[in-house]
T-cell receptor, first 113, second 115 residues
């Protein structure tokens, strides 16, 4: 068991709504990264948080935002949901910012209708 | 622009034989490579990694080979077991402040090990 937990596991939202996904990192890990995995594709990097600050961002619009809390847990917020946002959202925690051994949670399956 | 490519969407091998999963990359700045295994309804599980200063790393039944000149890496599983049946992702990262924390994944290869 990796120790990284995500909630909820499944979610259905309507286009235009906002969603918040949550991630508890593995004990001792100060770095959290978020990925979006579309069907049949590999995970795509959204952003990373290190010690409560954004530490890198992929090619995602500003309506994708995040937070990291003092206990290193994290949230991913998506505003103005679009149908193409339907995907598996994965959270990964690691001991270092380079993700030399990132541990993933089971993911949140988001469906936008 | 797919910087990490896994050109074989699927692979089927017999139990006990060797499984070889391949991965190609285009960015010469990549200096760390990882392999992940993913079962349905679970997150990816870290398998093995290799730094660009090495050309081989071994962990039990899993060995990763890196050919920097060809920008190619491969994962060998010997012997293959039915429990190895899963989707395998290759991932890469690059040094530099603008790349910190970003893992670039391939599309994945579905491995089926037949009993």
């Amino acid at each position: 068991e990796t120790g990284v937990t995500q909630s909820p596991t499944h979610l259905i939202k309507t286009r235009g709504q906002q969603v918040t996904l949550r991630c508890s990192s593995q004990s001792g890990h100060n770095t959290v990264s978020w990925y979006q995995q579309a069907l049949g594709q590999g995970p795509q990097f959204i952003f990373q948080y290190y010690r409560e600050e954004e530490n890198g961002r992929g090619n995602f619009p500003p309506r994708f935002s995040g937070l990291q809390f003092p206990n290193y847990s994290s949230e991913l917020n998506v505003n103005a949901l679009e149908l193409d946002d339907s995907a598996l959202y994965l959270c990964a925690s690691s001991l270092n910012r380079k993700n030399t051994e990132a541990f993933f949670g089971q993911g949140t399956r988001l469906t936008v209708v | 622009d797919q910087q990490v490519k896994q050109n074989s969407p699927s692979l089927s091998v017999q139990e006990g034989r060797i499984s070889i999963l391949n991965c190609d990359y285009t960015n010469s700045m990549f200096d760390y490579f990882l392999w992940y295994k993913k079962y349905p309804a679970e997150g990816p599980t870290f398998l093995i990694s290799i730094s660009s200063i090495k050309d081989k790393n071994e962990d039990g039944r899993f060995t990763v080979f890196l050919n920097k000149s060809a920008k190619h890496l491969s994962l060998h599983i010997v012997p293959s077991q039915p429990g190895d049946s899963a989707v395998y992702f290759c991932a890469a990262s690059a040094s530099g402040s603008s790349n910190t924390g970003k893992l670039i994944f391939g599309q994945g290869t579905t491995l089926q090990v037949k009993p």
